[in-house]
């Protein structure tokens, strides 16, 4: 025992992300089951079910980001006719003016000190500069992210279309003595990952609605201008299944827009929610500030209630597992925790009935 876990110590970097792409088709599998089940009814063909399964699930991403890309798109070409530089110096000069007005004495004068506003924007130029010339390498990341995203499909492809007889080799190595035993423990197993993920997406779909409620509030009581807001409210659920960066990944879009659309507007002298001395251009922190009520109530209600619920662990426990799957392996662990606490629970139940009806096997 002791050899297995040194030996697989040892070659875990070299088999790490080939694990890693397993378990995500092994939970894209879990997600598409039901559906694929349930076509291969109607369409008496597994390889057809599979097939239709996957190309809906594709073409609805692909129509979700088309449209939102497209709609984004629109609004960054009518705010680049605002990009004038001397507009862009105003906006600079605004914004130091704001700022500059909360410092202490010490920091104006090292402020005032320092390149005036025109500098500033030359400044700006040099980095938009470096970031085209850091596109080869964004270039790069894209292509590793879409090949490890090709082969997730083309494994969970294969897994839904062979999953069924997967299972019935797994259950054929059980002994006759432990057969019911196993079978027992497969299905729970099965159970547990399936009630996370459902638990997963009613999170994602409650970060969604609070998301989209929130920017709403932002343009009915601060008139803050914000379009696409039921399109960053849905990536902003989708993203909160990425844990630790899935929240920031969703606080861009809303902060991108809310520049691009305020830029020409008095926005950029804006006061978060208007009753308070910090400055927020373009209502930037306001939008930061609602996206961390929406995480604080997601972390410490909504997440840890669901789950929790979902496969029958209390919510202080799915705390500790995150953390602890935080501990051991960063944003992959807290994704694994609450499954791998889920099959630990349904393992250590079938031990328990083994132990206490030994007579019987």
């Known amino acids: 025992m002791l050899l297995g876990i040194g030996f697989l110590y040892l070659i875990w970097q070299y088999i790490s992300d080939i694990i890693l792409l397993i378990v995500f088709a092994f939970l894209f599998t879990t997600i598409l089951l039901p559906a694929v089940d349930w076509l291969e009814g109607k369409l008496r063909s597994r390889g057809l079910a599979v097939l239709v399964t996957v190309l809906s699930l594709i073409a609805g991403f692909v129509i979700f980001l088309s449209s939102f890309g497209m709609q984004l798109s629109n609004e960054a070409m009518v705010t680049y006719h605002k990009f004038e530089k001397e507009e862009l110096i105003t906006v600079i000069d605004n914004l130091r003016s704001n700022f500059t007005g909360i410092l202490p004495e010490f920091a104006k004068e090292i402020l005032e000190s320092s390149s005036d506003a025109t500098s500033s924007a030359d400044k700006i130029s040099g980095y938009v500069k470096t970031v085209l010339g850091s596109l080869s390498q964004l270039t790069s990341a894209i292509g590793s992210f879409l090949f490890f995203a090709t082969m997730i499909l083309i494994f969970t492809i294969i897994i839904l279309y062979e999953y069924h007889n997967f299972k019935r080799s797994l259950v054929s190595f059980i002994p006759n003595k432990y057969f019911e035993l196993g079978l027992r423990l497969i299905r729970n197993i099965e159970k547990q990952v399936s009630s996370y993920l459902h638990g997963q997406l009613l999170a994602a779909s409650s970060v969604a609605i609070l998301s989209i409620f929130g920017l709403w509030l932002l343009n009915v009581f601060m008139d803050a201008n914000l379009s696409l807001i039921i399109f960053i409210g849905i990536i902003a659920g989708l993203a909160n299944l990425i844990p ?118």
């Open 244 to 361: 630790l960066i899935g929240p920031f990944v969703g606080m861009v879009p809303a902060v991108l827009v809310a520049v691009m659309n305020n830029i020409d507007t008095g926005a950029v002298s804006h006061y978060l929610f208007n009753v308070t001395p910090i400055p927020s251009p373009f209502f930037i922190f306001d939008i930061i500030f609602v996206f961390l009520i929406v995480q604080q109530i997601d972390n410490n209600l909504v997440t840890p209630k669901l789950i929790g619920q979902s496969v029958g662990i209390h919510p202080i426990l799915v705390i500790i597992a995150l953390l602890i799957g935080a501990n051991l392996m960063g944003a992959i662990g807290m994704l694994m925790a609450v499954p791998a606490a889920g099959t630990i629970k349904a393992v250590s139940k079938e031990i328990m009935w083994a132990v206490r009806n030994t007579h019987l096997l």
